[in-house]
């Protein structure tokens, strides 16, 4: 059966997730690496060859490999306890450093060797006349020998001492040495004696026999054609390559990142969905699988279904390119994110209770909500500046529309000139407006009370004494702002216009 490319779960759904996020435990074993950025211009060549020379400016030193997942999941509210290989050197003591600056985050998993430095990539960063800096270079130092059956053993002792109490076990794979077979399989069987599903980041290897028995796998286009020795161009494609995952690995589900095209998610009990992603700035790849893996990882610690957490994974990967460097996202992003995308899918209409909610979130990320209400018939000059005035009190502009039968108790039964449908239509266009709610009661009232806004606007032929919910907002914190008017434009004055234009021929406006 054909699979069309879907939408994301309701992003209600999504954001109630993102809030569920934090205060889970989760074990991370893998490949740590500290990563160096070293900073300079390069706006000249060396006269000893045709290369760029480097003036050096700053260097700054950033979790790398396991280590960037562990802050990704950090930096999402998790408890992380890593479990991994480190050297006796300025590298690994820099990543234990970096590492312990995330609360939460217990690395008395990480097993030091003197005989193995810890993986450093340093990255030569140039910056020329002004524009983005670039990568110029990349210099590696490891040791990607597999790891001694000693020296496994420490590692899984630590490992057994870091499952106690966790909520769900991540396999961050490089292929540096750490996760031979032998430690990977009893990774994997130990962590599912104790219920636990383990979450699987692979190697680009071709040979995936060794994740057998893990509760799922993530991995990119690429990594995917490598492991199946199959095409990854269309959606059937997509469909045979994670079914073999599945069949060959014995796996609960496969999600597979497809670039500017989304996400591939398939379960053992049927489930097949290609979730779309919107158009991206991709302006750094780098840490963008790891940011996948914490947010999948995590979304199903949180009780997500594979869906909603692949849709959880497919939104911070999407943030994550469009950052320099490995940089962690945060929960506020994703909010953010989903909250834009809500408005893109279902548009600026809400029922009272799902823009309380809505409310709730914006607030929690420092934004102030204002509130205005009013008929809006036949939209003029001076609405439009009216809902430029309010937007500019706060950061979300909520607009309380009239239904028809309110304003005809309002105003007569003459009125409205226009339907609510098409009004709500109108300001659905305007860029000051971010939400609409109806209201069929005399007075906004019931929806003041229930939104509690930071700012209450009106026009300045009130005074504040006579704004409806003035006291309500000014008693919880919020203030009153009148907007200025502009003159002759007002409704009533259009209606006034058209009829002195037109008499009582207005019936043959032709318009």
């Known amino acids: 059966m054909a699979i069309a490319p879907s939408s994301s779960p309701p ?7 993102v809030d569920k996020l934090p205060d889970r435990t989760v074990v991370l074993i893998g490949d740590f690496m500290t990563d160096r ?16 020379v480097l003036h050096f400016q700053h260097e700054e030193f950033r979790l790398g490999g396991a280590g960037s997942v562990a802050a990704d999941l950090a930096v999402l509210g998790a408890k992380v306890r890593v479990v991994g290989l480190i050297g006796v050197d300025p590298a690994g003591a820099e990543l234990k450093r970096l590492l312990a600056k995330f609360d939460g985050t217990e690395t008395t998993g990480l097993v030091e060797h003197p005989s193995r430095p810890t993986t450093c990539k340093t990255r030569l960063v140039g910056l020329a006349q002004h524009r983005h800096p670039q990568q110029m270079l990349r210099l590696d130092l490891e040791d990607p020998s597999p790891i001694s059956a000693d020296l496994a053993t420490k590692i899984l002792s630590a490992f057994e001492v870091a499952l106690a109490g966790a909520d769900v076990v991540c396999i961050e794979d490089y292929n540096k040495g750490l996760l031979t077979p032998e430690l990977t399989q009893a990774v994997i069987t130990r962590s599912r004696a104790k219920g636990l599903p383990v979450i699987v980041d692979p190697a680009a290897i071709r040979e995936y026999r060794k994740y057998t028995g ?23 494609q997509y469909a045979a390559a994670a079914g073999k995952l ?3 690995l014995k796996l609960e589900a496969a999600v597979i990142t497809l670039d500017k095209h989304g996400a591939y998610v398939a379960t053992a009990q049927g489930v097949s969905r290609w979730m779309r992603t919107r158009a991206r700035q991709v302006y750094d790849v780098t840490g963008a699988g790891d940011m996948v893996l914490a ?26 390119v469009e950052k320099f460097g490995a940089v962690p996202v945060t929960r506020q992003e994703m909010i953010a994110e989903l909250l834009a995308e809500s408005t893109e899918t279902l548009g600026k209409q809400r029922s009272l209770a799902a823009l309380v909610a809505e409310a709730k979130i914006h607030r929690a990320a420092g934004k102030k909500i204002v509130f205005t209400n009013g008929c809006f018939d036949l939209i003029h000059l001076g609405h439009v500046s009216y809902f430029r005035f309010a937007k500019a009190q706060g950061d979300m502009l909520v607009v309380g529309v009239n239904t028809d039968e309110s304003i005809r108790r309002l105003k007569g039964d003459r009125r409205p000139i226009v339907s609510l449908e098409d009004r709500l239509s109108v300001l659905e266009e305007l860029e000051s407006v971010d939400y609409l709610v109806t209201f069929d009661a005399d007075t ?20 504040k004494d006579k704004v409806i919910g003035a006291d309500w907002v000014e008693k919880h914190g919020g203030r009153v702002a009148l907007a200025p008017l502009i003159d002759g434009r007002s409704t009533s004055g259009v209606i006034d216009k058209i009829l002195r234009a037109y008499g009582p021929d207005a019936a043959q406006i032709n318009c």
């Open 37 to 52: 950025y070293v900073f300079g211009n390069a706006e000249r060549l060396s006269p000893e060859a045709p290369v760029p």
């Open 444 to 463: 906004p009232q019931e929806l003041i009370e229930a939104l509690v806004p930071d700012v209450l606007v009106k026009g300045a032929d009130y005074t």
């Open 295 to 320: 947010a999948l990882s995590l979304g199903r610690a949180a009780g997500a279904d594979w869906e909603e957490a692949t849709a959880l994974a497919n939104i911070a990967g999407g943030i994550e």
């Open 11 to 17: 992003a209600s759904r999504l954001i109630e997730l």
């Open 214 to 236: 893990a509760t799922a796998i993530k991995l990119n286009r690429t990594e995917t054609e490598k492991a199946t020795e199959l095409p990854m161009e269309t959606e059937a």
């Open 246 to 248: 599945i069949s060959d």
